[in-house]
């Protein structure tokens, strides 16, 4: 089985290969029981040593994928029958009633638990220190180390911003950008969202969508300069904008000097196997705000999200809003730092995938 390692992307061997014989897994080249070739015969046909071949294994291995058979070799364990999905209100992290979201069954409340009670004994009293205003050090450097892993994203942590949940951070958006802006908004789109900026004193401006995204001659016809978009299963319409309206995104805010916000609330649940690029990565402008949060992957009342500002709002951040005392606590901070930096992060993800 050859698999071409690209040497000049800057991605490890290991995980070229790992994301090559997950696709193939997925897309049922290898069914469950199959028998995947034997680490010194990848090795060759790939030239790559073995060492980087079993670490590939080992990672399918913990994510469910595969398991080892002693004297035997590695094996599929991995099938579309147990595939999960999901449907346009379960588990978003956007219910019209709160009250109805519940934990997430792919994560043993055990394993939270111990997490915790490791935290505890690990920073002792540090925990009740008051959080620098962009967040703890700890947990901005994981987050920029999972995004370099997993999304194709590289930032530095000073470009990180801590808070207490998406729409904590809708506010803190139209503050710095201006309470005077008109923002454009899909449309449906999550109710809060022309809630906050309405009451920020912001004139949302909503545009139609087809089942691409938003239609292109809407994107025209507004006069906003700033646009909100959730690229991936934007809530409630479900709608995943095509790889051509995603383009189209970012030249209208280049021609338009705009900012978009990209709220990327669900993309790490896509069912292919591979997280969609974000409008973040693709960008050469330096004029997208992204927006994640961890609450659908681990539980509601984990109110944590974070954004990712672009070099040149940096210093608009520090003037205009730098001075908001970071909302969330020192313990859950440290707790989601050492839970990205376990992998813990992403084998929930993909259990969730793929319904092991």
Same mark, same amino acid.
């Given at each position: 089985m050859y698999i071409e390692i690209n040497r000049e992307n800057g991605e490890a061997a290991y995980m070229q290969i790992y994301f090559e014989i997950r696709r193939r897994i997925l897309s049922g080249a290898f069914v469950y029981g199959s028998k995947l070739p034997s680490k010194r015969e990848l090795a060759k046909d790939c030239f790559v040593s073995v060492i980087t071949v079993e670490h590939a294994y080992q990672l399918l291995c913990e994510e469910g994928y595969c398991e080892m058979r002693p004297r035997s070799g590695c094996y599929v364990k991995y099938s579309s029958e147990s595939f999960f999905t999901v449907s346009a209100t379960q588990g978003n992290e956007y219910p019209i009633n709160n009250d109805t979201v519940q934990h997430n069954e792919n994560i043993p409340f055990s394993s939270i638990a111990a997490m915790l009670r490791k935290v505890i004994l690990d920073y002792?009293?540090?925990?009740?220190? #008051?959080?620098?205003?962009?967040?703890?050090?700890q947990l901005r450097d994981a987050i920029c180390r999972y995004l370099s892993r997993?999304?194709?994203i590289t930032v530095s942590s000073r470009q990180?911003?801590?808070g207490s949940g998406a729409e904590y951070l809708y506010g803190?958006?139209?503050?710095?950008?201006?309470?005077?802006?008109?923002?454009?908004?899909e449309s449906p789109s999550y109710e809060k969202i022309k809630a906050v900026y309405t009451a920020n004193g912001a004139v949302c401006d909503m545009l139609d969508m087809d089942s691409e995204g938003i239609r292109p001659e809407e994107l025209e016809?507004?006069?906003?300069?700033?646009?909100?978009?959730?690229?991936?299963?934007?809530?409630?319409?479900?709608?995943?904008?095509?790889t051509e309206r995603r383009a189209t995104y970012l030249d209208w805010a280049d021609k338009r000097n705009a900012v978009i916000i990209e709220d990327d609330y669900d993309?790490?649940?896509?069912?292919?196997? #591979?997280?969609?690029?974000?409008?973040?990565?693709?960008?050469?402008?330096d004029?997208?705000?992204y927006l994640n949060t961890f609450s659908k992957t681990i539980a509601p009342s984990i109110r944590v999200g974070y954004?990712?500002?672009?070099?040149?709002?940096?210093t608009v951040y520090e003037k205009t809003v730098g001075f908001y005392s970071c909302t969330v606590p020192m313990l859950e901070q440290f707790f989601l730092a050492e839970w990205l930096d376990s992998g813990e992060f992403e084998r929930t993800i993909n259990r969730i995938r793929n319904g092991s």
């Open positions: 002792g009293e540090r925990i009740l220190m #008051k959080s620098p205003n962009n967040g703890s050090q997993c999304r194709n990180i911003v801590i803190i958006c139209i503050q710095m950008l201006g309470r005077d802006k008109t923002i454009a908004l016809r507004t006069n906003a300069e700033i646009l909100h978009v959730t690229p991936f299963n934007s809530f409630p319409s479900n709608v995943t904008a095509s993309s790490e649940f896509t069912l292919n196997g #591979k997280a969609p690029q974000t409008l973040f990565a693709q960008t050469t402008n004029n997208v705000i954004m990712l500002l672009p070099e040149s709002l940096l």
